[in-house]
């Protein structure tokens, strides 16, 4: 089957869900102007429930940014200089890698902006949409070289966000509904320690509770 | 207004043809624009609103109120929204840049949701495990890459509209449908059809 037969499909799946609301509605839902004349009245009230449900989140999410409570498990830069407007023009390649696909970014106005890898106890890991999840070592060989991975390791479906590091795991995120948790000293080819089948989409990196 | 349109990306004028009639089954019959009022312009774009939040969200729940949103803007701003050449437009702007939003999107499900507990009204039904595969695949897209792809397939919109639709530069839009099916071809494991 080609992509365009199978959108074709999935649009007419969209159709047959909306006539079917439709159907299902057409009797019971007041006139459109009825329904924002309701809809105007209540918004109001929910503004204010929404305002103070939020400053709540916030407030709770400050108080654990600021204790730490959120960690996506990646260990600390290690002590270096750091990257300024000034310097970065010094910067010179210590190695490169060559992976299988696209890294998952993050789309701006103008461009994807990959998401960065994730640093960890020596090692650096990221996932790609061709659904390879790679492990280097983050100092590899000699100033220019093509390094070769720790190991590499294949999901299913897309890898999304990028990898977590938490004590001696690596977790990563796929498109296709899948958690998976490999064990980060694999030798070459990697196994999952255990997948969890999340079915449903990811919209951020797992988090490790610190 | 055109209900359907052969566009400039297509890669297979049959396909094209069949999706038009898709199109132009989903969305009212042509009414003349010129001093319509909110209520024709409601029943006239609400379907395909309403599908467009559907697979951009991808939630059952709440793609109703995600078009409800969109309309009841469209309502508030009517003396102005109406005098828009293309009103729809605006209204899709609204919808797609709404579906694509995470928070939105949850308040949204969760305020239809507990609707829905109250014994409100019902939801869209669920789509096939097959076509929610699609859309879910379609929602992994970098968010304006799934934006471009959904209007695409579900609108049959040539790349000027959807550049209007939304809000950005017609150059901007252009790479995305390429890159977007090749993306979704790899990740569906499904042939790209000829170019």
Redesign the interface.
């Given at each position: 089957?080609?992509?365009?037969?199978?959108?074709?499909?999935?649009?007419?799946?969209?159709?047959?869900?909306?006539?079917?609301?439709?159907m299902?509605?057409s009797t019971?839902?007041p006139?459109?102007?009825a329904?924002?004349d309701r809809?105007?009245s209540h918004?109001r009230r929910?503004q204010r429930i929404?305002a103070a449900l939020v400053a709540a989140a916030l407030t709770i999410a400050t108080i654990l940014f600021v204790t730490g409570g959120f960690d996506r498990g990646q260990a600390p830069s290690p002590a270096g200089p750091v990257i300024t407007p000034s310097n970065v023009g010094t910067l010179r390649l210590q190695w490169s890698a060559r992976l299988d696909g696209a890294v998952p970014?993050?789309?701006t106005?103008?461009q994807?902006l990959p998401y960065p890898p994730t640093l960890a106890n020596g090692a650096v890991y990221v996932g790609t949409?061709?659904g390879t999840l790679y492990s280097f070592p983050a100092s590899c060989g000699s100033p220019g070289a093509d390094c070769p991975p720790n190991w590499v390791a294949h999901l299913q479906?897309?890898a999304?966000y990028a990898p977590t590091v938490a004590d001696d795991r690596v977790f990563v995120a796929t498109?296709a509904?899948k958690l998976y948790a490999f064990p980060t000293d694999c030798a070459s080819s990697c196994s999952p320690a255990w997948v969890g089948n999340v079915g449903r989409?990811f919209?951020a990196s797992p988090l490790r509770d610190a | 207004m055109a209900l359907a349109r052969v566009t400039v990306w297509s890669?297979?004028m049959t396909?094209y043809a069949?999706?038009s009639e898709?199109v132009a089954?989903?969305s009212r019959p042509a009414i003349d624009e010129s001093g319509q009022t909110?209520?024709d312009f409601?029943?006239h774009e609400?379907?395909a609103v309403?599908?467009l939040a559907?697979?951009l969200s991808?939630s059952r729940a709440g793609a109703?109120d995600l078009a409800?949103e969109a309309?009841?803007a469209a309502?508030?701003d009517w003396g102005r929204v109406g005098g828009y050449d293309e009103p729809g437009v605006w209204v899709r702007r609204v919808v797609a840049n709404l579906s694509v939003s995470?928070v939105r999107r949850r308040?949204v499900e969760a305020?239809a949701l507990a609707r829905i507990a109250l014994g409100g009204?019902?939801?869209?039904?669920?789509?096939?495990a097959?076509?929610e595969e699609?859309?879910?695949?379609v929602?992994?897209l970098?968010?304006?890459?799934s934006q471009v792809i959904a209007l695409h397939?579900?609108e049959d919109k040539p790349v000027a509209e959807v550049a209007r639709i939304l809000g950005?530069a017609e150059g901007?839009v252009k790479k995305h449908p390429h890159d977007g099916?090749r993306?979704?071809?790899?990740?569906?494991r499904?042939?790209?059809?000829e170019a």
């Open positions: 089957m080609t992509l365009d037969t199978r959108a074709r499909q999935a649009v007419q799946g969209i159709d047959r869900a909306v006539e079917v609301m439709e299902s509605t019971k839902v006139h459109p102007i329904r924002f809809y105007r918004k929910n929404g970014g993050q789309l106005d103008q994807t949409q061709n479906g897309a999304v498109d509904g989409q919209y | 890669d297979d396909s069949s999706r898709a089954r989903r909110f209520e409601y029943l609400y379907r309403v599908g559907y697979a991808g109703e409800q309309f009841f309502h508030k995470l308040v305020k009204t019902p939801p869209l039904p669920e789509l096939s097959a076509d699609f859309w879910r695949a929602r992994s970098p968010r304006r890459q397939y579900l950005t901007t099916r993306a979704l071809a790899q990740r569906l499904l042939e790209e059809d």
